[in-house]
C-alpha cells in the first residue's frame, strides 16, 4: 500500500476514475505468472493444471521423455503406449467422502452489548422466580393445609446451578435465534453443500480453496472460485485469503452472462462486447494470455485491494450542552456555530473494486458495497474472497495431489515398465534341429511351423539326409525347449506396485482400508488403528476446511444483515429435517443491531461421539432399553447434543413403558386374585349346598321311612276314604316336595349369577 490510496474518495472518482484503472491495470500485470512463484521449472499455474490432469487420467508425455523416449526424438518408439494408470483419484474421492460425512456443527452467539444484556436479565429472572418460589412453597402449604384444599403440584422452577447449565448450554437469545434460522434458509437457498464439497476438491487438488461471497441484485451470494484462474497476497504469514491486501480473478464469460450480470454497461460497451466476442481469436488479450485454452469465451477480471478511507472523529455539544463525539466523512466541515469543537482525521483501510471486461471495458470501480465493519473496530476489513492456502509454511503450497504425485508418475514408469515386458514376453519355445525336418516328405519350413501351430505336432525325421552321419539321432538332439518367458520379473514388477501404491496412499494419509480395499482375514482391530492413522494424519486438512467453512458463514451473515435490513419486511421459507416448512419473519431492527460470532466444535471429536451414540443407541435398543423410534432418531441427529436428547427421551419412554406394564401386572394379579377367591367362594358355597341337600335327603328319607312304617306297610288301606291309597298318596307327597325343593335351588342359582 502506498501513498497513492491515501487520497480522498472524491480524489479516487476524478478524472473518470483513472486511480480505480490504474489500479485494476496494476494488479492484473502483477498476477498470474510471477516469476518469482515458480515450482518445479513451472509457474504456479502449470503446476497447478498438472494435478487437474491428473485426476482427470491425464498426464503429459514430454514429461517422460526420459522413460519413452531414452535416445531422444529421433530413437525409433518402443512397443509400448505410455498412460497413466491412476491410483490417485480413488484416494482423494475417498477423503472427500470422509469430509461431505463429517458433521458440520456451529453455534451463532450475539455478541453485542444489548444481547450480552438481555441474557443477563433472563438469567437474573430465572434465578429470582427459584427465590420467590422457594419462599412461597411453605406459605401455599400452610393455607392449603388451614383451608382444607388439595395441595398443588408444585411448579418446576430450576434450581441456580441448572439455571447456570440451562444459561450456558440451551438459551438462545433472540437475535441468535434470528441468525440461526436466516443461515439454515441460506444454507438450502444457496446449496451450501455443493459448494463447501467442491471446495474442498479444489482444496485437494490444488492447495487452495477460495469462495466470492457477496450481493447479487440485493441477494446474499456466494460462488466457488476456480483456484486456477484466481491469485492473491502471498504473505507467507497469511492463511486466510480474506486477510490478505489483494485479490484478483479471471472469469470465462459469455457475452449474454455479462450483460445479465453487469446492467450499468451502456450501449456502446455491449457492442463492443459482442465484437470482442466475434473476433477474439485474435484479441491480443488472449493471445498474451497462454491460460486461455478456449477462446470462445470474453476475459472478464475481478479485483479487490484494500485502500485507505479517511474519516473524522467529530467532538461537539448536543442540545443540552453535552459534550459527545461521532463518526464524519471526510467531506465535513468544522462548524462551530452549531456546537462543533474539534475534529481529529485519521485513515483506515477500506476494501476498493473494480472490473475490466476485455482489454479496456471498466465497471464497477467503488469501495465494496456491505464490507462489514465492526464497530469496536474499525481497523478491520475484508477481502469478498474467502477462503485459504494449505500446507504452506515457509514453502509453496501443498495440496493431497502434489503429495501422491511423485508415487503416482513412479507408479506409471513401474507399469510402463512392466508393460514394455508383457510385449517382449515370448514364453517358452522350441529349438528343433533343422536338418530334421522331413523335407523329403514335401514338409517345408512353412508347413512344419503351420502344423506346430494348428496341431500342436510336429514331424521329425532323423534319417534325413542331414542326420544320416549322427552318433546319437535320439529325439532329445532334434528337439530343445527354451524358456523366453519374463515371467519372474513381472511377477516382481507387480509386487513393487503394490508397495507404491500403499506408499501414495500413506503419502497422502489414505491406507487401503480408508478406501475400503479390507482382506479377507485382516482382523478388526487392525482396520479400526489403519483408519485412526489415517484420521490423525488428515484432520489438519478437515479442520482448515470447517475454518474457511466458519468464515464464509460469518461473511454470508454479515451480507445477509446489511441486505436484510433494508427494504420491506420479508419472510422466508425453508425445510427443517424431517421435511416440514419453517418460516422465517425477518425482524430488520433486530439483526441490523447485532453483532455475531459463529463458533464450530471440533468436528473429528463430535464424529467419533456420535459414532458412539449409535452403537449405545444399537446396543440400547437390543436390551430393550429405548424404542425403536428412538434408535431413528439418533441415526438422524445433526449433532451430539441432540442425540443425547433422543436417548434420554428413549429411555424415560421405556421407563414409563415399563412402568404401566408393571401396573398393568399389578391389575391383572389383582383381578386374578379376586376371580380365584369368587371361585373358592363359590366352591364352598357348593360345598355347603350339597351338605344341606344330602342332609334333606336323610331327612326326607327318614320321613318317608315313618310315614311307610306308619301305613303299617297296608298297600291297599285308604285311611281317608278317598279312594287312593295312602302309600300313593305319600309317594306323591314326596315327589311334589323334591320338585319344588329343585326348583327353589334353581331360582337361586340364577340370582346369584346375577
Not at 478524472?15 to 502483477?30: E, L, N, P
Not at 436466516?182 to 446449496?191: E, V
Not at 466457488?224 to 492463511?239: A, E, G, I, M, R
Not at 404401566?660 to 391383572?668: F, G, N, T
Amino acid at each position: 500500500m502506498n501513498n497513492e490510496h491515501r487520497i480522498s474518495q472524491s480524489a479516487k472518482n476524478a478524472r473518470g476514475k483513472d486511480y480505480y484503472k490504474r489500479q485494476i491495470d496494476y494488479y492484473d500485470s502483477r498476477a498470474f505468472g510471477d516469476p518469482h512463484f515458480q515450482f518445479d521449472g513451472r509457474i504456479e499455474f502449470d503446476a497447478m493444471k498438472a494435478n487437474y490432469d491428473l485426476m482427470n487420467n491425464i498426464i503429459n508425455e514430454a514429461d517422460f521423455n526420459h522413460v519413452v523416449k531414452p535416445w531422444g526424438e529421433g530413437g525409433g518408439e518402443l512397443p509400448a503406449k505410455f498412460a497413466n494408470k491412476d491410483i490417485t483419484s480413488p484416494k482423494i474421492k475417498a477423503v472427500l467422502g470422509i469430509e461431505s460425512k463429517r458433521p458440520f456443527n456451529y453455534k451463532v452467539v450475539a455478541v453485542n452489548e444489548e444481547a450480552t444484556t438481555r441474557k443477563e436479565q433472563e438469567e437474573s429472572a430465572k434465578i429470582r422466580q427459584f427465590v420467590i418460589e422457594q419462599i412461597m412453597a411453605p406459605l401455599k402449604e400452610e393455607a392449603m393445609r388451614q383451608t382444607g384444599q388439595q395441595q398443588e403440584q408444585p411448579a418446576e422452577v430450576q434450581t441456580p446451578e441448572e439455571v447456570k447449565r440451562y444459561m450456558r448450554r440451551q438459551h438462545q437469545d433472540p437475535a441468535e435465534i434470528l441468525a440461526a434460522q436466516t443461515l439454515a434458509y441460506l444454507s438450502q437457498k444457496l446449496f451450501l453443500k455443493d459448494h463447501f464439497n467442491k471446495g474442498a476438491k479444489h482444496a485437494a487438488i490444488s492447495g487452495r480453496e477460495v469462495y466470492w461471497v457477496g450481493d447479487v441484485r440485493g441477494e446474499p451470494a456466494i460462488i466457488t472460485v476456480n483456484p486456477l484462474y484466481f491469485d492473491h497476497d502471498k504473505s507467507p504469514d497469511l492463511q486466510f485469503i480474506e486477510d490478505g491486501e489483494w485479490a484478483i480473478c479471471e472469469y470465462r464469460m459469455l457475452p449474454s452472462q455479462i450483460i445479465g450480470t453487469f446492467d450499468e454497461l451502456t450501449n456502446a460497451e455491449i457492442d463492443k462486447i459482442n465484437e470482442l466476442y466475434k473476433a477474439n481469436s485474435s484479441n491480443e488479450a488472449f493471445n498474451a494470455n497462454p491460460r486461455w485454452e478456449d477462446t470462445d469465451y470474453i476475459r472478464v477480471l475481478h479485483v479487490t485491494w484494500k485502500g485507505l478511507r479517511k474519516i473524522g472523529t467529530l467532538d461537539y455539544k448536543d442540545m443540552q450542552g453535552q459534550k459527545r463525539q461521532k463518526v464524519v466523512a471526510d467531506t465535513y466541515t468544522l462548524n462551530k456555530e452549531a456546537g462543533d469543537i474539534s475534529i481529529t482525521w485519521e485513515w483506515i483501510p477500506e476494501v476498493h473494486e473494480g472490473y475490466k471486461i476485455g482489454a479496456d471495458i471498466y465497471t464497477r470501480m467503488r469501495p465494496l458495497p456491505n464490507q462489514f465493519k465492526d464497530p469496536d473496530n474499525i481497523y478491520e476489513c475484508k477481502l469478498p474472497y474467502v477462503g485459504a492456502v494449505y500446507d504452506f509454511e515457509n514453502s509453496r503450497p501443498t495440496s493431497l495431489v502434489d503429495r501422491a504425485k511423485h508415487w503416482q508418475y513412479l507408479y506409471d514408469i513401474i507399469a510402463y515398465r512392466m508393460e514394455l515386458l508383457l510385449a517382449k514376453d515370448k514364453g517358452r519355445i522350441a529349438a528343433v534341429n533343422i536338418n530334421s525336418v522331413p523335407t523329403t516328405q514335401g514338409l517345408d519350413l512353412k508347413k512344419f511351423e503351420y502344423y506346430m501351430e494348428a496341431n500342436q505336432l510336429i514331424y521329425l525325421n532323423p534319417n534325413e539326409e542331414g542326420m544320416r552321419n549322427q552318433s546319437d539321432p535320439n529325439i532329445t538332439n532334434l528337439l530343445k525347449e527354451i524358456n523366453l518367458s519374463n515371467t519372474t520379473d513381472i511377477s516382481f514388477y507387480i509386487k513393487f506396485l503394490e508397495y507404491v501404491d500403499v506408499m501414495c496412499g500413506q503419502a497422502m494419509g489414505v491406507t487401503k482400508q480408508l478406501e475400503g480395499q479390507i482382506a479377507e482375514r485382516e482382523a478388526v482391530s487392525n482396520v479400526q488403528r489403519s483408519v485412526q492413522f489415517s484420521t490423525n494424519i488428515l484432520e489438519s486438512f478437515f479442520q482448515t476446511h470447517d475454518q474457511v467453512k466458519l468464515n464464509v458463514l460469518t461473511r454470508l451473515l454479515e451480507t445477509a444483515k446489511v441486505l436484510y435490513a433494508i427494504g420491506k419486511p420479508r419472510k422466508l421459507s425453508y425445510f427443517l429435517d424431517d421435511m416440514s416448512v419453517a418460516t422465517l419473519t425477518i425482524d430488520q431492527e433486530l439483526l441490523d443491531n447485532s453483532t455475531y460470532g459463529i463458533f464450530i466444535t471440533d468436528g473429528y471429536k463430535v464424529q467419533e461421539n456420535q459414532e458412539t451414540m449409535k452403537v449405545l443407541a444399537q446396543a440400547a435398543m437390543q436390551n430393550q432399553m429405548i424404542p425403536l423410534s428412538s434408535v431413528t432418531r439418533v441415526l438422524q441427529a445433526g449433532s451430539v447434543r441432540e442425540a443425547e436428547e433422543f436417548l434420554q427421551e428413549g429411555e424415560a419412554t421405556m421407563q414409563e413403558r415399563a412402568t404401566q406394564a408393571a401396573e398393568a401386572e399389578r391389575q391383572h394379579q389383582m383381578e386374578m386374585y379376586k376371580l380365584q377367591m369368587q371361585m373358592e367362594e363359590q366352591k364352598h358355597q357348593w360345598e355347603l349346598e350339597k351338605l344341606r341337600e344330602e342332609e334333606r335327603l336323610k331327612k326326607d328319607r327318614e320321613l318317608a321311612k315313618q310315614a311307610i312304617l306308619a301305613a303299617g306297610f297296608a298297600e291297599d288301606k285308604d285311611l281317608n276314604k278317598n279312594k287312593k291309597l295312602d302309600v300313593l298318596e305319600m309317594a306323591d307327597y314326596f315327589l311334589q316336595k323334591r320338585k319344588l325343593d329343585l326348583e327353589e335351588q334353581k331360582i337361586k342359582a340364577q340370582k346369584s349369577s346375577k
